[in-house]
């Protein structure tokens, strides 16, 4: 089993609201679900792109590695090591958004104020953490390398989308 | 307190004739001067950055679009914040007491929620969009920035919004209010102008206020730089939005300041009945003395969450005002008319 296509998916995922996060304090409408449902698809787009680097980077270290089933297997425990920080992560970030969307009012301001504001912030360190997994779980210097890449690719797409279609919008 | 000598920068960018409402010229180096006697750095470096013109006045322009853009992010966090739905939570039940005792005097709606110093308008564009006090509330934002003004009403506009926005005074004839409200606005107010600006209130036709703004808690400073760092892109965005919670006026300061002759003020969600984490803004509230008994059964249980000046007199005398609010009201309705 890899652990390439959790990660992916992840990273699909956090490009997505990463692209909403690019657009949201730049629309003053009231009526806005559609541009941050296109927000979002930008942010996909944009991440869908970025993620190619990581993937590229693991196929380059495969092709000049000597032993490359021994690279392959340090490539996959330590993809597991980076997978598990960013899913405890995740998970905080879904249990706030669903406390959110469903809970009243206060609730929400709570899930807001515990969760998803100083969340956003985490971001860096979630990724910081899942690079550390990488390596404490046997990855090596390969896993971080490409654990690296899809980090900053990640942390990336946001201020890109921003750049690309919300700088000088109002 | 911390932050009461700290300045925020918007206040300082623009400056308005109070009688006429025209745009005054404001000097970059003058603005400068005042944040530096505050001993505030970084806010300096943030406004030396802003254009002038040759004479060193700041370009109304680059402000006006500074401070819309600033406000859109600003509107974000309301948006997070649910700031609308916060306030329709004692609004509603407030416009239900107005309605019932104004149906026994014989004097019904329409009526008339204005938000003062509304900035881009959200809460009254929110208000519209989703009809949550009724069609018979009409729905007027007032502020003194014609820039923010007129994005306002563009915005509501575009979305074809049934309200409307005024650049001016707010407690004018001309926009004679049932209810006025704000959000974010109180700690602007320093020294005698709070008290002066729910004077002005009570000495207007209008049955109530309703005005929220940053619970002063020890949270508030460290929750406001999270949350605008977080969300906010704008340097000056940033800074304002720590300086307000720094600035922010405690339960008691706002509580007094709203007693006025006229009103019974009262507090809903203060500190100790509430928790920080769930209430980022609570509101002061004023109403006619008649109001407050319909104003409290309108609110059910939730009036367990609201209390007058007596809140901190002693535990012993809130106790007892518990008692008479729970008893039907008509006791605090009683106290209030005194006032």
Redesign the interface.
């Known amino acids: 089993m890899t652990p390439a296509v959790p990660l992916a998916l992840l990273g699909l995922v956090d490009s997505a609201f990463s692209g909403f996060r690019a657009y949201?304090?730049?629309?003053?409408?009231?009526?806005k679900r559609r541009a941050a449902v296109r927000a979002a698809l930008r942010g996909l787009a944009v991440g869908a792109v970025l993620l190619a680097a990581p993937a590229l980077a693991a196929v380059l270290v495969l092709l000049t590695a000597s032993d490359r089933a021994r690279t392959r297997h340090a490539l996959a425990v330590g993809g597991f090591g980076y997978l598990l920080p960013l899913c405890v992560f995740a998970a905080v970030v879904l249990l706030s958004l669903a406390a959110y969307f469903v809970l009243p009012?206060?609730?929400?301001?709570?899930a807001?104020?515990?969760g998803?504001?100083?969340l956003?912030?985490l971001r860096p360190l979630a990724v910081g953490a899942a690079c550390l997994g990488a390596v404490l779980n046997g990855g090596g210097w390969c896993a971080l390398l490409v654990g690296a890449v899809a980090g900053a690719a990640v942390l990336c797409v946001e201020p890109l989308a921003?750049r690309r279609w919300y700088r000088d919008a109002? | 307190m911390l932050g009461v000598g700290r300045l925020e920068i918007s206040d300082l960018i623009t400056a308005v004739d109070a009688g006429s409402g025209a745009r005054l010229p404001v000097r970059r180096d003058e603005v400068v001067r005042r944040l530096r006697e505050s001993g505030d750095e970084r806010a300096v470096r943030i406004v030396r950055r802003l254009p002038v013109d040759r004479d060193g006045v700041l370009d109304p322009g680059a402000v006006d679009?500074l401070l819309?853009?600033v406000?859109?992010?600003l509107?974000?966090l309301s948006e997070?914040?649910?700031i609308g739905?916060?306030l329709v939570?004692p609004v509603g039940p407030l416009f239900d007491a107005i309605r019932e005792v104004g149906g026994q005097n014989g004097q019904g709606g329409p009526y008339r929620l204005v938000d003062v110093g509304c900035g881009?308008g959200?809460v009254v564009?929110?208000l519209a969009?989703t009809n949550a006090l009724g069609p018979d509330v009409e729905l007027v934002g007032v502020d003194l920035d014609a820039a923010l003004v007129g994005?306002a009403d563009r915005?509501a506009r575009?979305?074809g919004?049934t309200c409307r926005f005024v650049h001016g005074n707010a407690f004018g004839p001309a926009e004679a209010a049932t209810v006025y409200v704000s959000t974010g606005l109180l700690h602007h107010f320093r020294g005698p102008a709070l008290g002066e600006f729910f004077r002005a209130q009570a000495a207007s036709p209008a049955q109530a206020f309703c005005h929220f703004d940053i619970a002063a808690t020890r949270l508030a400073p460290i929750?406001a730089w999270?949350?605008h760092?977080?969300?906010?892109?704008h340097r000056l965005g940033r800074h304002d939005g720590v300086v307000s919670a720094l600035r922010a006026h405690s339960d008691e300061t706002l509580l007094r300041a709203a007693a006025v002759p006229g009103m019974r003020a009262l507090l809903y969600e203060p500190g100790g009945l509430a928790?920080p984490?769930?209430?980022?803004l609570r509101p002061i509230i004023g109403v006619r003395p008649q109001l407050e008994a319909p104003f409290r059964r309108a609110l059910g249980r939730a009036a367990r969450r609201m209390v007058g000046e007596e809140h901190f007199a002693g535990a012993g005398v809130v106790a007892g005002a518990a008692v008479g609010v729970e008893a039907g009201g008509a006791a605090g309705a009683g106290a209030g008319a005194t006032r």
């Open positions: 949201a304090g730049r629309d003053a409408r009231i009526r009012f206060r609730a929400g301001t709570f807001v104020v515990v998803l504001g100083p956003t912030l921003h109002q | 679009r819309i853009g406000h859109t992010e509107q974000r997070e914040l649910r739905e916060r939570d881009l959200y564009r929110w969009a994005e915005l575009a979305e919004l929750g999270i949350f760092r977080a969300r906010m892109r928790n984490f769930c209430t980022t």
